[in-house]
């Protein structure tokens, strides 16, 4: 059984603490987003269960909440990131607010996308985040492209972050993409979240090598292989990706070892309980990346039970405020359909 | 006969073509341990063994790949796309690698394969989980175009898709998997529906509707409420796109003279351009009014309800065509 999984033995792993750099008020925040992650979770399971949310898939990221928060809260404001289908509290932690991706998840017309496309499709170059499509590995390689434009604007130190599970890494545009940005040492960070299954594919049968990391000796940069519960340790990676990418170093793969808690998507809570052993899950369960984090804040001396709840209760009141404004937000117009699909606005480049 | 849904009626066609030859087999994700995604492939794994049912990483290309190599070397792949729209990926391999094999060999060595997958809009499924490019592979020499309407046309075209030994992109509608009920033949029989034969649903005589696909159940709605107003229909399902039938629609014009082609794909550059075009060079005299397309607007599908709704055909569109066209 492959439920003791953690695939270390290869990986690089950062020896540096950036963490003890951070202040109090950083570790609350991580505390805080971490959170925020579970319960947005949790609140469009719900939703979707109540019949609340009746349209689209929700793929959950139970579990999987130390990635999204450790590797986003080192960048820089003016960095790039592309989140995909198990990403959406990046959307909120690089800038949206929890009202437009609700409303993106509910397909209304105040959404990013105008409810032309749902969950993760949508992105906002001014916030530096890249709008991906379903098509699984393509915005590794797109990646290249928004950083050569970088270059080309002499910002060669913005980076980008492009998430991708360990499943799309078997598709042709990952391998190009990242072939491209080593080549030509484009500051791409790609952060593999290896939550074990594609669907219900094992990794086994996407990967070949004995981490996801080893993937990166192909191209000649650095592989991480950590902890993808520890966000500590995700936070840590990633700040030292950060520094290679930013000093022109190239590009960085940072395997985040994990496992998707619950099914692919709500429809599949069933199965995935069948084509996954349940005491794998259960023990994963126990790897739980918010009780680890909490702990580890309480070791610390810096905190009292009382300064960490579970949840913070305000947490809670956010996301069901955004859910609310959501479910209250008008849909779009039907003829809107028709808007967007070219820009005649101009005859000259923008 | 069995009584099966449109769903289990391709699964089924796979099965007994599996069970009848061994050079048959499998490919896709997700396909094996867990049986599909929809579950087209159910118990294939157990059955057929790991070997003819391959488990494949997410690469689209490698996949259809893998079948277009295995087809050279004597073998029939079917390769699964987990939504048809994924087949962008492998692309290159349908149109470049597949469709120009047996051309460039000399005539020696063909490609059959069956590229597969769920289609089409209708269930919220968006952008990319809802697309009908048929006309992609329409404009393709050397590939073949597929898609049934009924579980009786599933079972019997997937069968002759897998036997047919060229390239064929077979289109599997996601409304219809489990909405459409109906019987088909016992194995014992052998049943095989050609390809390239168009078959029609519902005889009428003031307008020909030739469509294909999920719209097929459209038009027959539309033509069971138009029937009350007096207006006949008569619904050609095409079945194959590609090789078209045009006796079977020619023949059809000839007696209704109007003509309304319902696709679900956008209007432009679509399959009914083709067919309109084709009715207008060879029964152009028989014609008493322009004919007529209903087809999406060119626009992707989008994700909101109102949206959806706005740019793909319905029913009532087929309805206010048809008044409109027999009016003329
Ligand atoms: C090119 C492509 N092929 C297939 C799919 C269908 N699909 C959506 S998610 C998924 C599994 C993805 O697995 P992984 O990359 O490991 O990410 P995870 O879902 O585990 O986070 C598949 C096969 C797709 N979206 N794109």
């Known amino acids: 059984m492959g439920s003791t999984r953690t695939r270390r033995k ?138 050569w434009a970088q270059r080309l604007d002499g910002r060669r130190d913005r980076v980008l972050v492009a998430y991708t599970g360990e499943g799309a890494t078997a598709t042709g545009p990952f391998h190009e993409g990242l072939n491209f940005a080593a080549v030509h040492k484009l500051p791409l960070i790609v952060v593999v979240e290896n939550n074990q299954y594609a669907y219900s594919t094992p990794v086994e049968l996407e990967v070949p090598t004995e981490t996801v990391a080893d993937r990166a000796k192909g191209y000649g940069i650095p592989g991480y292989c950590i902890d993808g519960n520890d966000v500590l340790e995700v936070y840590n990676t ?18 985040c070892v994990t496992y998707r808690l619950q099914g692919h998507a709500d429809h599949d809570e069933t199965r995935a309980r069948q084509y996954r052993p349940v005491e794998e899950i259960e023990l994963w369960e126990k790897r739980d990346p918010l009780p680890r984090y909490r ?22 009141e956010q996301i069901q405020k955004a859910i609310e404004y959501a479910i209250s937000s008008p849909d779009p117009e039907p003829h809107t359909a028709l808007e967007d699909i070219y820009d005649e606005s101009a005859g000259v480049s923008r | 006969m069995r009584e099966v849904t449109f769903l289990e009626a391709i699964r089924l066609a796979m099965w007994e073509e599996m069970e009848r030859d061994p050079n048959v087999f499998v490919i896709g994700e997700d ?11 159910s118990g294939f794994f ?12 997410i690469s689209e290309t490698a996949i259809i790949a ?68 048929e006309a992609w592979f329409f404009h393709t020499p050397g590939v073949k175009v597929v898609q049934p309407a009924f579980p009786d046309d599933a079972y019997g075209l997937m069968k002759a898709a897998i036997r047919d030994n060229n390239p064929v992109v077979f289109y599997e509608h996601k409304y219809l998997y489990r909405r459409i009920k109906g019987a088909i033949p016992d194995a014992s029989e052998d049943y095989i529906v050609r390809l390239g034969e168009a078959r029609i649903r519902r005889y009428g005589s003031d307008i020909t509707v030739v469509t294909y696909g999920a719209m097929v159940h459209f038009a027959l709605e539309a033509a069971q409420r138009l029937e009350k107003e007096g207006i006949s229909l008569e619904v050609i399902d095409l079945r194959t796109i590609k090789p078209l039938d045009m006796e079977t629609i020619l023949e059809s014009v000839c007696k209704t003279s109007k003509v309304l082609i319902v696709y679900e794909a956008p209007k432009t550059g679509g399959v009914g351009a083709e067919i309109s075009a084709r009715i207008t060079e060879q029964a152009f005299e028989w014609l008493d009014a322009p004919i007529v397309r209903v087809a999406a607007k060119d ?28 009016a003329y």
């Open chain 1, 10 to 147: 290869n990986g690089q792993q950062t020896a540096i603490a950036y963490h003890e750099r951070l202040e109090k008020s950083d570790l609350l925040e991580i505390y805080r987003r971490l959170w925020f992650a579970r319960i947005f979770d949790e609140a469009l399971y719900d939703a979707k269960k109540k019949g609340r949310l009746r349209r689209g898939n929700v793929y959950g990221s139970r579990g999987q909440e130390a990635i999204q928060v450790g590797t986003t809260y080192p960048l820089r404001p003016d960095d790039f990131v592309s989140p995909i289908h198990r990403d959406m509290p990046v959307f909120v932690f690089r800038g949206m607010t929890p009202e437009q991706v609700m409303c993106q998840i509910w397909g209304k017309a105040n959404a990013p996308t105008r409810g032309k496309d749902s969950w993760s499709h949508m992105g906002d170059m001014s916030l530096g985040i890249v709008h991906s499509t379903s098509m699984l590995g393509s915005t590794i390689a797109v990646a290249c492209g928004v950083l």
């Open chain 2, 299 to 326: 626009a992707f599908v989008p994700f909101a309800e109102p949206l959806e709704k706005f740019v793909l055909p319905s029913v009532d569109d087929i309805v206010f065509a048809a008044r409109e066209l027999a």
């Open chain 2, 66 to 133: 893998v079948a277009v190599g295995a087809a050279a070397a004597g073998k029939r792949g079917i390769a699964e796309m987990q939504f048809i729209d994924f087949i962008s990926y492998g692309f290159d391999q349908v149109v470049n690698v597949a469709g120009t094999w047996l051309y460039r060999s000399g005539g020696k060595t063909p490609i059959p394969i069956v590229v597969r997958g769920p289609s089409g809009g209708y269930v919220g499924g968006s952008l990319y989980h809802s697309q009908q490019f």
């Open chain 2, 46 to 57: 157990e059955h057929f063994g790991e070997d003819r049912v391959i488990d494949s990483p």
């Open chain 1, 238 to 255: 990633t700040c030292a990706a950060l520094e290679h990418a930013r000093a022109g170093n190239g590009p960085v793969l940072i395997e």
């Open chain 1, 295 to 316: 702990q580890y804040l309480l070791k610390t001396g810096l905190f009292s039970e009382a300064e960490l709840p579970e949840p913070p209760p305000d947490i809670v």
């Open chain 2, 31 to 41: 396909i094996g341990r867990m049986g599909g995604a929809f579950g087209v492939t």
